[in-house]
Structures are given as structure tokens and as C-alpha cells.
């Protein structure tokens, strides 16, 4: 074992010195004011006085609990450290314990050399200990020096667990490392050991979530083949997936496929259903849906209510949206600062920007904070609404209480100032929280291209493009269709087909919008032929039905 022994000491060899050293100052510097700790320490020490010293078990316990309960690592590390003055030998217990505490303090150099004191005192390190040292190092972000580790621990003839694997595979996924961790459970596959549901369920999340999921569907496959029972955990990554993409349909399927196999939906299950009816405008189907959730004794939580209130909105049912908010006290459920956010964004929508007002003042009463979310819906709305001033007011109140703005916050403002006809103040506003360290994003230019063209700046807006194109930001279809308009507004056609031209030629594919705003506008300069020949080639682009 000479080998290994010496990968320890090389993965601790920026740590030359004992690694309970550091812990040698006064114990009561690593304890809380908690009375259960106190007690621990005490009883420790008092065994450690004791005519007859108890047995090391009995030091395990104190050690494990603080390790484990409470979480004092350092607490216990410092405890072994008296064990060690007072000559008590540990075991293997107390050493993977140890390891434990190191690799949770993040330092792995000096878990590594409990390793190497396992092995100089003729102990067998047990699979706790290797499974110990491959989390700290996945814990630590070095999931490659944890493949390292267990390559030299098979190499040695050394076994592992699925447990091992288990975390192998986590902390790959967990990189965005996917198919690497694919590859390992291929390996390992009735070889190593024989692989189960939670390896599965961490590719299948994984894949999920870098968007393969049709990938993952196919693992859920193979599982189903070698007779893997899937779980909950499987079914709701896959559910969430397939209604993100948009496959509602395959979502169903699944859970219905998830009852017939009878494993019970769980509240997250039925909330990524309700929430995926609500956001498709279906909302009588994600009444349904919340009507099984009921009868099956699943209780709605505040994110199923989020949702509904959110999809009344959406299909402009206001009233039965507002109906279910004032309802939630009466239910036994909490609103949550997103449930305010989402009923002051229906409101401000539907142009209720008073009730929306009145909302955020309630918000304090009720003793939950508004975040930058809350502001920006409302000083939107109250932007769109013309009510300019007050926004401003908010502006000065986030300032006030310590909550930064960002650019949604400006673009609103930019906007209703470009609205208003106030470009200049426009672009100092944006001059001002530029140098405050906010960087303008696409939107915020095509506001102020929009303002500049509708506000007679047609040059300026030009110069603000063309800066735009210089700079290489990667300038999008509605940047192209404000411009266009811009010039279509001052009749200038020739520099409308250039820009047409440069548009295609960048790979940006012309829309309904772009063709419409052009042919509007020939027609209204009588140039009909011109007018006629885009409005065919729109019907062939297959942007306007025949």
C-alpha cells in the first residue's frame, strides 16, 4: 500500500505541518453560546479526568454528534485534538469522523492525512472512509481529483459502493458534465456495482436541464428496460422538462403513466401541471387539475395559488384572479412576496394601477418586504399609465431603504420619457446611471432609437444604430423594424431596401412586423407596384395567409 500512501501525502503536501496545530487554541473560541455544546465539551473532558478513561466508542458519540447534529466541525476537530494529548488511541470511527470535519471545513490536505494516519497505524480504510474523502473533494468543487482518487483506489484493489458512485455522478452532473457522467454509469453497470433509480434520476435531472430532454426520456426508457422502478423524483424532472418545452401532451403522458405505475404525484408534480395549464391560457383544465390534486390529499401551497392567480390574469379574468388572492388567508396559506409581485403585474396590466398601488402599501402591513421585482412592475405600471412623478417617488424610496435599481428599472423610465416626447432627458437619464455603473441592454437602445425616430432625430438615431453595429452588439429583429420604420416614416425607401438588404445579408430573417410597416408605408406614398411585389413575397415567405 506504499502507493497509496503516497497519493496521500501528495494530494496533502501543501499541508507539511500537524493539522491540529491551528486547532490549538482555547476550545471555548470554537463553541457557541449553546447549551447542548457546552454539555458536550463538558462531558468530554470529564471522561477524559476519569480514573478509568471510558471506552473510544464513548468519545465517538460526542464527536459524531457534534459533527453531526449540530454541525461544529471545528468543535470536534479540537475535541480530537485532547484525545490525542491524552493518549486515548482512536479508532476508525473517530478517524472517518475526523475526515468528515476536515472535508467540510474545506480542507481536504489535511483529510488527506487522517488518510495516511489510518494506514501508518495499520487500520483498513473502510468504504465511509473513501466515500468520506470522494464527497469532501465533490463538495469542493474537485470532482476530477475525486475520479482521480477512486481510479487509485480501484487500482489498489480497493472496493467502493453505490454510494460512491452515487456522489461521482453528482458532483459530474452538478459540473454540467453529463455524458461524462453517462459514460461512468455505462461503466460501472453490474461491473463495479449495480447501478439504481437516484443514478438515474441525477442524469435525467441533468439532461433536463441542459434541455435534452429527449435524451432523458430515453435514459427513463433503459430504465424501464433493465425493471429500475422510476420514482417521483423521475417522473417530476421529466414533467417539469417536457411542459418548459412546451409538450404538454408528453407531460400528461407521463403522468398518467406515473399513476398506472402507482407511485402518488407529489404538490411539486401537480404544480408544474397547474402552472404549465395556467401559463398556455387553459385555465379551466388547471382547475381540474387542482380539483384531483384535492381529492388525491394533496394540499395546494401557495406556489399552486401563484399560479392560478396568474393564469386568471393572463386569459383577463381579473376578478376570480383578485377573488382567489383575498382568498389565501381564509385557506391557511401565506401570500408570498410572488404572489404580491404577480397580482401588482396583473393589475398594472390591466390597468388597475390603483388597486396595484394600494397592494403595495398592504405589502408592509402584512410584514413582507417588497424586492426589486415588486418595484419595477409597479413603477412600469405607473410609467405606462402616465403617472410619471410617482414612479419617480419609488425610484427614490428603493434608494432610501438600500435596494439597487437596474436597468428594468431605467428602461421603464426611458420609455415614458421617450413617450412623452422628453428624448433629451432620455439620453442624459441614460448618461447618469451609466456612470452609476448600469450598463443600457438591447432594450434600452431600442427605446431610445424608437424615441429618437418618432421625436424627429431620424440622424441621431441613425448614430445610435450604427454605433450599435461598430460596437458588434448583436442587434435583433425589432432593432432592424424600429429602424425601418423610422425611415419609412420620413419616406426615405431607398435607404429602407440598403438596410432590408444588410438586414438579411446579417442573418436576421425578416418578420410580419418588418414587411407590413414597409408595404403601409408605399402604399401610403402611392408606390403600389413596390407595395404589391413585398406584399407577394410576404404571402410566399408564408408570412400572411392567401
Known amino acids: 500500500m506504499s502507493r497509496f500512501v503516497s497519493y496521500s501525502n501528495f494530494l496533502s503536501s501543501s499541508h507539511s505541518h500537524s493539522p491540529f496545530r491551528v486547532f490549538s487554541h482555547s476550545l471555548h473560541r470554537f463553541i457557541p453560546n449553546n447549551v447542548n455544546v457546552d454539555d458536550a465539551v463538558l462531558s468530554f473532558h470529564r471522561m477524559l479526568t476519569m480514573r478509568s478513561t471510558p471506552s473510544i466508542l464513548e468519545f465517538n458519540k460526542i464527536l459524531g454528534s457534534l459533527a453531526r447534529t449540530n454541525n461544529h466541525y471545528a468543535t470536534a476537530i479540537s475535541l480530537f485534538h485532547q484525545l490525542e494529548l491524552n493518549q486515548v488511541k482512536p479508532c476508525i470511527i473517530t478517524l472517518n469522523t475526523l475526515i468528515n470535519c476536515y472535508c467540510h471545513t474545506r480542507q481536504m490536505g489535511f483529510g488527506f492525512s487522517i488518510l495516511a494516519k489510518i494506514l501508518k497505524i495499520g487500520y483498513q480504510p473502510d468504504t465511509i472512509t473513501l466515500n468520506t474523502l470522494i464527497k469532501g473533494l465533490c463538495l469542493n ?37 453529463t455524458r461524462a457522467a453517462m459514460k461512468m454509469l455505462r461503466q460501472i453497470d453490474g461491473k463495479l456495482v449495480n447501478v439504481d433509480v437516484e443514478m438515474y434520476n441525477m442524469i435525467i435531472d441533468s ?4 434541455k435534452f430532454v429527449t435524451e432523458a426520456y430515453e435514459l427513463y426508457s433503459e430504465m424501464i428496460a433493465k425493471k429500475i422502478s422510476p420514482d417521483v423524483v423521475t417522473f417530476n424532472a421529466l414533467i417539469y422538462e417536457f411542459c418548459i418545452v412546451g409538450q404538454l401532451r ?20 401537480y404544480n408544474i401541471l397547474v402552472d404549465a395549464l395556467c401559463k398556455g391560457g387553459n385555465v379551466k383544465e388547471a382547475k381540474k387539475m387542482f380539483a384531483v390534486m384535492m381529492r388525491k390529499g394533496v394540499t395546494p401551497d401557495v406556489v399552486t395559488y401563484n399560479s392560478l392567480i396568474d393564469g386568471y390574469f393572463l386569459v383577463n379574468e381579473v376578478n376570480k384572479a383578485i377573488n382567489i388572492f383575498y382568498t389565501l ?65 419609488l425610484v427614490h424610496e428603493m434608494q432610501e431603504n438600500g435596494q439597487p435599481t437596474d436597468i428594468f428599472t431605467y428602461n421603464s423610465l426611458i420609455h415614458a420619457l421617450c413617450k412623452n416626447h422628453h428624448v433629451d432627458k432620455a439620453i442624459a437619464l441614460v ?31 441613425q448614430d445610435v444604430f450604427k454605433d450599435l453595429l461598430i460596437k458588434g452588439y448583436s442587434l435583433d429583429i425589432q432593432t432592424y423594424n424600429i429602424m425601418i420604420n423610422g425611415l419609412c416614416r420620413e419616406g426615405l425607401f431607398d435607404e429602407v431596401e440598403a438596410l432590408f438588404s444588410k438586414m438579411e445579408y446579417s442573418g436576421i430573417i425578416p418578420d410580419a412586423i418588418t414587411y407590413e410597416t414597409i408595404i403601409r408605408a408605399l402604399f401610403d406614398k402611392n408606390e403600389n407596384e413596390k407595395a404589391e411585389k413585398l406584399l407577394r413575397e410576404m404571402i410566399t415567405r408564408g408570412l400572411l395567409e392567401e
Not at 443 to 451: H, K
Request: aromatic content about 8%; charged content about 20%; overall charge positive.
Open 141 to 177: 468543487g474537485k470532482v476530477h481529483e475525486a475520479l482521480h482518487f477512486h481510479d487509485h483506489v480501484v487500482a489498489h484493489g480497493l472496493r467502493l459502493d453505490r454510494i460512491s458512485y452515487r456522489t461521482l455522478i453528482n458532483g459530474l452532473c452538478k459540473m454540467g458534465e
Open 207 to 210: 439532461l433536463c436541464k441542459g
Open 250 to 269: 408528453e407531460a400528461f403522458g407521463l403522468f398518467h403513466e406515473m399513476v398506472s405505475k402507482n407511485i402518488n404525484p407529489d404538490d411539486y408534480t
Open 329 to 393: 388567508a381564509r385557506r391557511g396559506v401565506a401570500p408570498t412576496v410572488r404572489s404580491y409581485n404577480i397580482i401588482i403585474n396583473g393589475l398594472c396590466k390591466s390597468k388597475m394601477v390603483g388597486e396595484a398601488i394600494n397592494l403595495f402599501k398592504e405589502m408592509g402591513s402584512n410584514n413582507i418586504i417588497p424586492n426589486l421585482m415588486t418595484y419595477n412592475l409597479l413603477i412600469d405600471g405607473l410609467c405606462k399609465s402616465g403617472r410619471i412623478s410617482y414612479a419617480w417617488e
Open 431 to 461: 448618461k447618469k446611471f451609466k456612470d452609476q455603473g448600469i450598463q443600457p441592454n438591447m432594450c434600452t437602445y431600442n427605446i431610445l432609437i424608437d424615441g429618437l425616430c418618432k421625436g424627429g432625430q431620424l440622424k441621431n438615431a
